[in-house]
């Protein structure tokens, strides 16, 4: 009976300890390991000095999370010419004063914001293996699956006035202008698609005359802003909320963005083109995680450096 039993118990025994070792790395190091993502884009005017945008994404702040906060604060020594937060700061009803606190430093450069759903909702404890089936039989967010039930509402307000106070512009569902370094940057955001609080029609009309450079702004990368914005001939826009996938099976990539994007463009520089026009999409891998799901495997949390350099 031994023999004939002994290899598969063994078998299974290591492909459980493997399990068991693929989640303490998952947990415990690599969704601790922050990194920071440099990427330059050729969209500004000609003879244009380069900027330096600093993009932060999916923090999904909860209390005690020191490592996070410190590494937060940690890339105001970047000097970033303006920040771009877009979205979901919180994964805890409770770490707005902690979110606030890792922000601090990045909030004496100017900034422009938008929400995600998990700004706005508190996450709910769901079974992993339902989730990935949902995503990957394209139901996501309001977008798919039906409202959420007793939902968590996280106090929301206090950020953005805190963020309002600091100069940040909120950009939800509006248009706002910076000036860096003697360019004028205009910006044109959306509140998050993945709760359809998106309203495109109320910002519609393209890039605005006079700016050097105009960027459009959301959390989640729908098809439908992401052809709005460059069907209306934005050169560049920016999100976030993919978690660059979150799980990733190593060499292969992504199983699911959490949205109608495709998994090859999960995260990173690419391109969107509708008709004759193209964008360039940056779409952030954010920093954090659900808070029941603490987990990042061949996808590490970071935060994004783009240097904004002149047009070929």
Not at 96 to 120: C, I, K, Q, T, W
Not at 136 to 162: F, I
Not at 226 to 239: E, K, R, S, V, W
Request: a neutral charge.
């Amino acid at each position: 009976m031994r023999a004939r039993y002994g290899v598969p118990l063994k078998a299974t025994a290591v492909g459980a300890a493997v399990g068991v070792a693929g989640l303490v790395y998952a947990a415990g190091f690599e969704a601790r390991s922050f990194r920071l993502r440099r990427i330059t884009i050729p969209v500004l005017p000609h003879g244009a000095r380069p900027l330096r945008v600093l993009q932060v994404s999916d923090i999904h702040m909860v209390s005690g999370q020191r490592k996070k906060r410190a590494w937060l604060q940690s890339l105001a020594g970047l000097r970033p010419d303006f920040v771009v937060n877009t979205g979901d700061n919180l994964s805890d009803p409770e770490a707005v004063p902690e979110l606030l606190d890792a922000l601090g430093p990045l909030m004496e450069f100017p900034g422009v914001y938008v929400f995600g759903s998990n700004d706005y909702y508190g996450p709910k404890l769901r079974n992993p293996v339902r989730y990935l089936l949902e995503k990957t039989q394209g139901r996501h967010g309001l977008n798919g699956n039906a409202p959420a039930v007793g939902v968590v509402h996280n106090p929301w307000e206090p950020m953005r006035d805190a963020f309002d106070e600091a100069g940040w512009l909120n950009l939800s569902n509006t248009r706002g202008r910076i000036k860096a370094d003697g360019l004028e940057i205009a910006f044109t955001g959306l509140d998050d698609p993945h709760i359809k609080r998106d309203r495109y029609a109320e910002v519609a009309g393209g890039p605005e005359t006079g700016a050097d450079l105009s960027i459009g702004v959301v959390h989640a990368p729908y098809l439908r802003s992401l052809d709005a914005f460059t069907a209306d001939g934005y050169p560049l826009i920016l999100a976030g909320h993919t978690h660059g996938g979150q799980l990733c099976i190593p060499f292969y990539g992504a199983l699911v963005t959490n949205c109608d994007l495709d998994t090859d463009r999960v995260k990173g520089l690419s391109g969107h083109t509708v008709g004759d026009r193209r964008s360039y999409l940056h779409v952030s891998a954010g920093c954090g995680t659900n808070r029941y799901t603490p987990v990042r495997f061949a996808c590490p949390p970071e935060a994004t450096l783009l240097t904004l350099t002149p047009r070929d």
